[in-house]
């Protein structure tokens, strides 16, 4: 990409629009990964219960049988980087506007953040033990939040920790919807970044279309559903190193997104049909 000398371009650099990581409410960091790659996480099932019997001759509780375990493993492999040069004329030239940390720190909010947002959202709405498909319009659109809710209720899914993620025509649709009641907007200190208010007590979080999976709409999830390591994250600034009369910028980040087997029925999503 050619590079706007400041003779011919305004000094200020046009700062694209972006915003920090949006699934950060979606995700939890339960699982330790530190040292390893791969950790393995174990289901153990519940027994039924029985109808205590007094006047069995032995087994009164019933008749025991031995619990079993189911195993999740989980390998990180997402190992993503990244590395660019700012040469020194070229850093004078521009009158300091490619300034080493201002870019790095450009390209941690337009690259590095979204495209673990993006991964994220994927690996959720594809663990989703319920999704439907429909078309949202401004007739049904909160009809469509409350049946989503309702699922989760229905799978004992606790609301504290639990948020809903909708496209921009999602949340459009539903602010015109004549049957919705707004729980009230955050008109305090937003605690979920890009949350616009409330549904019902869940916090409401626009995410660009770009962010989301192909026609999801609507993501609802509470965090204990996917855990989401960010193993590794490694940034540098290299001072003229060799062969370089400049900076060298490198990074790595080294992350991964899991949905866990016994709480994928804690998302629900909606798909708009194709």
């Keep these: 990409m050619a590079i706007n000398y400041a003779s011919k371009y305004a000094q200020k650099i046009d700062e694209k629009f972006t915003r920090e990581s949006l699934t950060s409410s979606a995700v939890n960091s339960d699982y330790d990964f530190v040292g390893v790659k791969t950790v393995n996480v174990y289901t153990v099932p519940t027994a039924e219960m029985n109808d205590y019997n007094i006047n069995g001759a032995s087994s009164r509780y019933g008749t025991p049988s031995e619990l079993q375990n189911t195993v999740q493993e989980m390998t990180m492999t997402k190992d993503r980087s990244f590395t660019f040069t700012i040469d020194r004329g070229t850093y004078n030239d521009t009158q300091m ?24 959202f994927e690996k959720i709405a594809e663990g989703a033990e ?18 989503g809710t309702a699922a989760l209720i229905d799978e004992c899914v606790p609301l504290a920790g639990t948020a809903a993620f909708v496209s921009s025509n999602f949340y459009k649709c539903v602010k015109e919807d004549s049957s919705f009641v707004r729980g009230g907007d955050m008109s305090q ?29 609507l993501i609802i999830t509470n965090s204990a559903a996917t855990t989401s390591p960010v193993k590794l994250s490694d940034y540098k600034i290299h001072d003229n190193p060799p062969g370089i009369n400049g900076w ?27």
Excluded at 190 to 207: C, F, N, Y
Excluded at 248 to 274: M, P, Q
């Design 189 to 217: 200190e937003m605690l979920v970044k890009g949350q616009v208010g409330t549904i019902d007590g869940i916090p409401v979080i626009v995410v660009p279309t770009s962010y989301l999976p192909e026609n999801v709409e």
């Design 130 to 147: 319920k999704t439907e498909t429909g078309t949202v319009t401004k007739s049904n659109a909160y009809d469509i939040f409350l049946t």
């Design 248 to 274: 060298l910028v490198e990074g790595r980040v080294y992350y991964d997104a899991f949905v866990l087997n016994n709480k994928k029925n804690a998302i629900y999503v909606y798909k708009s049909e194709e």
């Design 97 to 120: 506007a490619n300034a080493a940390g201002a870019a790095l720190q450009r390209q941690l909010r337009e690259v590095v953040i979204p495209e673990i947002d993006k991964y994220r």
